[in-house]
């Protein structure tokens, strides 16, 4: 991945939908009622300076329209598109990537699985859903290979599992992702006790880095750098790097409308009544930028704009990693920052 330059925004979370066939502990949308007014048309406007557009829910794959909606993201911004999904319709995952795969070059998928069985299926509130999610990932990985994850949402019922989670993704041989709880202004809302408490998450989030240090590649250090970046969120409530929400990331909603990130409730334009030129240089957006990146009252760590920062800071993130690998070589304690 190159770095991200100054030519527009490179990041994107579009919300298809937030219909749900689950009621997850980490996330009530399966409760909400919404304006769905996304279109192909709507869609086809998107910047074409994005590299990387999140499709996500709710459940995308309810959506009837979700390949001509996904051809038409991919028209738009020749972006790495991921579509993202609880796993819970595996036939329909089948279906969708097959048609996709012909002319969505790099399709990925993100299968979100939290825990093993018992766990999983808690998480998610549905008996089932765990087998349901690998029959999925089976059907999957034939024809995705490594452009299918796996991610791994650490909560209060799921923080001591990560380590069965990367059992399961090593041995389907597939990538994990990682995600704290987060509560959202205006988006996802964890359910009462889902957001896991400080020692709980710390043990997460420590397994974690260690096994994706366990390889010496890139790769590995960014995931490594992001997992560890988590500590600072749990410990002092401040990302290891600003944020470039609203410059370099933007939200998209099924109501068309568009906010600087997924974690605040400012909307800057719908992209169904303006041109994304219009909204992106207009007064909305502008006005907020002096309350971004460092002075961000938020300060949350996810990957859709940790990937940024990541990307904007290779040296420092490079320092962290060797020293990171240094003292797993030779034995020393972690270098956490307590």
């Given at each position: 991945?190159s770095?991200?330059?100054?030519?527009?925004?490179?990041?994107?979370?579009?919300?298809?939908?937030?219909?749900?066939?689950?009621?997850?502990l980490?996330?009530?949308?399966?409760?909400?009622?919404?304006?769905?007014?996304?279109?192909?048309?709507?869609?086809?406007?998107?910047?074409?300076?994005?590299?990387?557009?999140?499709?996500?829910?709710?459940?995308?794959?309810?959506?009837?329209?979700?390949?001509?909606?996904?051809?038409?993201?991919?028209?738009a911004?020749?972006?790495?598109?991921?579509?993202?999904?609880?796993?819970?319709?595996?036939?329909?995952?089948?279906?969708?990537?097959?048609?996709?795969?012909?002319?969505?070059?790099?399709?990925?998928?993100?299968?979100?699985?939290?825990?093993?069985?018992?766990?999983?299926?808690?998480?998610?509130?549905?008996?089932?859903?765990?087998?349901?999610?690998?029959?999925?990932?089976?059907?999957?990985?034939?024809?995705?290979?490594?452009?299918?994850?796996l991610?791994?949402?650490?909560?209060?019922?799921?923080?001591?599992?990560?380590?069965?989670?990367?059992?399961?993704?090593?041995?389907?041989?597939?990538?994990?992702?990682?995600?704290?709880?987060?509560?959202?202004?205006?988006?996802?809302?964890?359910?009462?006790?889902?957001?896991?408490?400080?020692?709980?998450?710390?043990?997460?989030?420590?397994?974690?880095?260690?096994?994706?240090?366990?390889?010496?590649?890139?790769?590995?250090?960014?995931?490594?750098?992001?997992?560890?970046?988590?500590?600072?969120i749990?410990?002092?409530?401040?990302?290891?790097i600003?944020?470039?929400?609203?410059?370099?990331?933007?939200?998209?909603?099924?109501?068309a409308?568009?906010?600087?990130?997924?974690?605040?409730?400012?909307?800057?334009?719908?992209?169904?009544?303006?041109?994304?030129?219009?909204?992106?240089?207009?007064?909305?957006?502008?006005?907020?930028?002096?309350?971004?990146?460092?002075?961000?009252?938020?300060q949350?760590?996810?990957?859709?704009?940790?990937?940024?920062?990541?990307?904007?800071?290779p040296?420092?993130?490079?320092?962290?990693?060797?020293?990171?690998?240094?003292?797993?070589?030779?034995?020393?304690?972690?270098?956490?920052?307590?």
């Open positions: 991945m770095p991200t330059t100054d030519k527009g925004p490179v990041d994107a979370v579009v919300a298809l939908t937030y219909r749900c066939n689950l009621r997850c980490t996330c009530d949308l399966a409760d909400r009622e919404t304006d769905e007014l996304l279109t192909a048309e709507t869609l086809r406007k998107l910047p074409p300076s994005l590299k990387f557009v999140n499709l996500t829910g709710g459940e995308p794959l309810l959506l009837a329209d979700l390949v001509p909606w996904v051809r038409a993201v991919h028209d911004t020749g972006a790495q598109i991921t579509i993202s999904t609880n796993g819970a319709l595996p036939e329909r995952a089948e279906e969708v990537v097959r048609e996709l795969r012909r002319d969505v070059p790099g399709l990925h998928v993100a299968v979100s699985v939290d825990g093993l069985e018992a766990t999983h299926d808690h998480v998610r509130q549905a008996p089932g859903s765990f087998k349901k999610a690998l029959e999925t990932v089976g059907r999957l990985a034939p024809l995705l290979g490594p452009d299918l994850h991610a791994f949402t650490i909560s209060a019922a799921n923080a001591d599992e990560f380590d069965g989670v990367a059992r399961l993704a090593a041995e389907y041989r597939l990538p994990l992702s990682l995600a704290l709880t987060h509560i959202s202004e205006h988006y996802f809302k964890p359910r009462e006790g889902a957001v896991p408490g400080r020692e709980a998450a710390l043990r997460a989030v420590d397994a974690a880095t260690r096994y994706y240090l366990r390889r010496f590649t890139p790769g590995g250090a960014a995931r490594a750098y992001f997992a560890a970046g988590l500590r600072d749990v410990i002092r409530g401040r990302r290891p600003p944020c470039r929400a609203g410059d370099k990331f933007f939200y998209l909603d099924p109501a409308d568009v906010y600087l990130c997924n974690m605040r409730a400012e909307k800057v334009g719908n992209l169904g009544r303006e041109s994304f030129d219009e909204i992106w240089e207009g007064g909305a957006r502008r006005a907020l930028l002096p309350t971004t990146g460092r002075a961000c009252p938020v949350c760590w996810m990957v859709c704009t940790a990937r940024t920062a990541i990307l904007d800071h040296l420092r993130v490079g320092c962290w990693a060797m020293g990171a690998y240094a003292r797993k070589i030779f034995g020393l304690p972690s270098n956490k920052r307590e």
